[in-house]
């Protein structure tokens, strides 16, 4: 069965073969042509999965500014903070 596209499938399922991808290539046990197949195959998971990520972001943000809050507090700034 052909793998589907990352843009077709939800960020939860994005995340599941992702982790699964990293998780293979860590071993080390497949050979070079079917690691590049794997890292071009995460590659655009993650590509899909940042994309899927902005647009929930893009989402709240319209969200509050129906609500009158438009102040959006950046975590990774946070986090960084600490």
Known sequence: ???KK???????ATLDELESIV?????????L???LRQFERGVG???A?????????QQVKVLLQEQ??????DMSQDEQRS
């Open 1 to 3: 069965m052909a793998a």
């Open 6 to 12: 990352p843009e077709n499938m939800t960020f939860e």
């Open 23 to 31: 998780t293979t290539l860590e071993q080390g046990d497949l050979p």
């Open 33 to 35: 042509e079917d690691a």
């Open 45 to 47: 998971l993650s590509r």
């Open 49 to 57: 999965g940042q994309q899927k990520l902005q647009q929930a972001e």
């Open 68 to 73: 009158g809050e438009e102040q959006l507090i």
